[in-house]
């Protein structure tokens, strides 16, 4: 059986390296719009005298737009390219910023941050599958890992932005004006992302489905820097999507790959109740709830960033030496521990000193190190090749819908129940995320796509997959 340690290793392609650097900074917009509201929300619950409810909505309507563009975004690029449509996400990035920053209303507000989440969704669905469309087979994994490296620089920088911005004047000017600068610094990756699409190649297996065989090689030779490589390359191409032209949604309902598509949906259903994005929205309010002042919370909000960042790299780094299961499983299991840590804080009243802090950055490294890559990797992995871009918008629409959730109703929890119960319920999501990961998902390490697709085949014989 031929597995991923008969792939002979080639040096990474300039061209191919410099292209999926280019498209990665759509993930690098991704973290920025959907982050940058963790350092306007407080100023505009007072600039708009938002209630709970108001507030969940204006933080999560974000998500609705996610999941209409996730719906969208692979039937527009199967029929206008990936490239036409990557460049839509980047003008919808850009007018979203600037409609958000001159917003004067509630109602525009959410309008154009809906617009953005479009663009968002389009681009969380786009940039991975781009890169895995262009990148060799022996590179894959770590081109498309760029992908997840760009959304944390992107949560990162808008941490550092909010608080030079935040800290640049008093609160009635964070009220007034601040909250302003935040979603219209946006507009400057927005447009770095617009202009560097300009120069990148058309997907060719995209140009190969549409007949343009030449020019799908021209760019396969770019890719391999070698004719008869591209050849092959090409060869592979057309036999993989001559095979697609067979496949069909109702696959996924098969005996086997009903499984697939429960790992899946359950896995991305999981990353999302582990409150994660609770915290990359809310934070300085987390940190101020927990007693820090306006500035200090800012700057505690900047260490979030910095420790996703760093622990996003050890999991690059990881991920192909311990395995998914182990990497999830751990993870997950540590963060229910630091989230827990985090309910009983609250619950006892130890908000002063650092703990709020020490155990809210152990619950970031803890996800991004686990729930954060690798539930990418393995729903692009465990799904039948035919049908991987279509089973991969039902579980994308399904995380933003988790997203939405948890965005929606953490201030209302809060609200209602206190901080306690609402990090006590996270805490037990992410306990049973590692209870899934140990006991349900398989291991896909090592393995080529086609090896786990044969095993969901035995699955649905009755045969154990391992």
């Known amino acids: 059986m031929n597995t991923g340690q008969n792939v002979q290793t080639k ?33 505009l619950q007072e600039r708009f005298h ?13 998500l609705i737009g996610c999941m209409i563009g996730a719906a969208i975004a692979g039937v527009l690029s199967d029929h206008f390219g990936r490239k036409k449509i990557l460049i839509l996400s980047a003008i919808l990035f850009i007018i979203s910023s600037l409609g958000s920053a001159l917003a004067n209303t509630v109602t525009v507000l959410v309008v154009w941050r809906i617009i953005g989440g479009i663009g968002v969704g389009i681009t969380a669905l786009l940039s991975p599958l781009y890169i895995a469309e262009i990148a060799p087979a022996h ?12 959304i944390v620089i992107g949560i990162f920088v808008v941490y550092f932005v909010n608080a030079a911005i935040a800290n640049n004047g008093e609160i009635a000017w964070n009220v007034e004006i601040g ?48 004719e008869s490589d591209a050849k092959e390359q090409l060869a592979e191409i057309q036999a993989t999507i001559k095979s697609e032209g067979m496949g069909s949604i109702k696959q996924l309902f098969k005996p086997g790959f009903r499984m697939a ?34 500035g200090t919370a800012f700057i505690q909000t900047v260490l979030i960033g910095a420790t996703n960042l760093l622990f996003t790299l050890v999991a690059i780094w990881l991920i192909d030496k311990l ?49 954060a890559p690798v539930t990418w990797v393995i729903i692009s992995e465990i799904f039948p090749n035919r049908i991987r871009g279509r089973a991969m918008s039902i579980v994308t629409v399904l995380l933003w819908g988790g997203d939405y959730i948890v965005s929606q109703t953490f201030p209302m929890l809060t609200s209602n129940f206190g901080p306690a119960v609402t990090f006590g319920i996270y805490g037990c999501m992410t306990a049973i ?23 969901w085949v035995k699955r649905g014989e009755g045969k154990k997959i391992s």
């Open 179 to 226: 909250w302003r600068w935040m979603l219209a610094m946006g507009v400057i990756p927005s447009v770095l992302f617009f202009v560097l699409l300009l120069f990148i190649a058309e997907s060719p297996r995209w140009l190969e489905q549409k007949g343009r065989r030449d020019e799908a090689l021209r760019v396969l030779k770019r890719m391999n820097n070698d």
């Open 139 to 150: 590179v894959r994994g770590r081109l498309v890992s760029l992908n997840q490296l760009a």
């Open 261 to 294: 598509l429960f790992i899946g949906s359950v896995l991305v259903l999981l990353q999302q109740f582990s409150g994660i994005n609770a915290i990359m929205y809310y934070a300085p309010e987390i940190f101020k709830s927990a007693g820090a002042g306006e």
């Open 323 to 371: 395995g998914r299961k182990v990497l999830l499983a751990a993870g997950s299991a540590s963060m229910s521990i630091s989230l827990i840590a985090i309910a009983t804080a609250f619950h006892f009243g130890y908000t002063d000193g650092v703990w709020i802090l020490v155990f809210i950055l152990l619950a970031i490294a803890s996800f991004a190190v686990s729930l």
């Open 433 to 455: 995320a590692f209870l899934f990961a140990w006991l349900i998902i398989p291991e896909t390490h090592n393995r080529t796509l086609e090896d786990i697709e044969e095993s």
């Open 11 to 43: 040096p990474i392609n300039r061209f191919v390296l410099l292209v999926s650097c280019a498209v990665a900074v759509g993930g690098l917009l991704f973290g920025y719009d959907t982050a940058v509201i963790s350092g306007a929300v407080g100023f």
């Open 50 to 62: 938002l209630d709970a409810t108001m507030t969940g909505w204006v933080t999560s309507c974000i």
